[in-house]
């Protein structure tokens, strides 16, 4: 089977001059979680825009399983980091939006309602619900299209910690039976370890570049609740911060002029 996203030597300057990322490339097998971590600026969100379809690079080439990405990402599904609501659709309509889009039936939206536990909410609005239930109807709509590839945009960030640890381990549990593929974003280094297959780390930018690469072979399935306690996952906090750390000195020492781009 393909790579479902393959990055080759892939570029991004913007209109303004500003060269976002430089010569990036990875690869993101089928049914794996990858993460990527760097500082402020670096470029993340860029490398996630380019995944989807929204952005075109400047030089290089985006893949999706085996075949060049011309235009949107039809393969996957986009959680942003603030949610996309339509506040005049109730939740049971905006979670079958993303089905209606692609001109299939709404049915699946219902169930999808149902396992991330919104299932007596479903005649609400977006306005009625806690910012965690907004977030659960917002993975609920790009779950329930069953996407080959999620793309996560630090979705929970703007979360309290409770319901940050909540939506996290039930990301896993549902990803791990969807057998869906996901590129993940997150200023979070514990939370890219915790759910991660890989983690990737970003240069500070301009012309940001992968600086390591790290598989994470913390065991599946992940307690979340006691996983930061174990010897294992400080081991690798410690090695990945080795690399991770000199490039935020770096950002915060040497930020360039200007308006960052991811």
């Known amino acids: 089977m393909p790579a479902a996203l393959q990055f080759s030597s892939v570029s991004k300057r913007y209109d303004s ?3 976002a990322i430089e010569g ?37 080439r985006v893949e999706v399983f ?9 393969r996957a599904a986009y959680l942003f980091q603030q949610d996309a609501l339509l506040p005049w ?26 396992r991330v536990g919104l299932e007596a909410f479903s005649t609400r609005y977006p306005h009625e619900l806690s910012g965690g239930m907004r977030k659960r109807v917002a993975l609920a709509q ?7 590839l999620l793309l996560m945009d630090e979705p929970f960030s703007a979360l309290d910690i409770h319901t940050r640890l909540r939506m996290e ?3 896993l549990d ?9 590129l993940f974003i997150t200023h979070d280094l514990e939370e890219a370890i915790a759910l991660s297959d890989e983690v990737l780390v970003l240069s500070a930018g301009p012309r940001s570049h992968l600086v390591g690469r790290y598989e994470i072979d913390l065991p599946r399935p ?30 915060l020492g040497d930020h360039p002029g200007g308006k960052a781009h991811g």
């Open 89 to 114: 659709k109730s939740v049971l309509d905006n979670a079958a939006l993303g089905l209606e889009l692609r001109g299939r039936a709404p049915d699946a939206a219902q169930d999808w309602l149902r």
């Open 24 to 60: 990036i490339s990875f690869t993101v097998e089928p049914r794996r979680f990858i993460s990527i971590v760097g500082p402020s600026g670096c470029g993340k969100s860029t490398v996630l825009n380019l995944a989807a379809g929204l952005l075109t690079a400047s030089a290089g």
């Open 174 to 182: 549902w990803v791990g039976t969807a057998g869906t593929t996901v």
């Open 169 to 171: 381990q039930e990301l």
């Open 222 to 251: 992940r307690p979340l609740l006691d996983l930061k306690t174990e010897p294992r996952f400080a081991e690798i906090y410690r090695a990945i911060w080795h690399d991770l750390r000199g490039e935020v000195i770096r950002a």
């Open 142 to 148: 790009c779950l329930a299209v069953q996407p080959d």
């Open 17 to 19: 001059g500003y060269e």
């Open 66 to 74: 085996g075949e060049p990405l011309a235009g949107l990402n039809r």
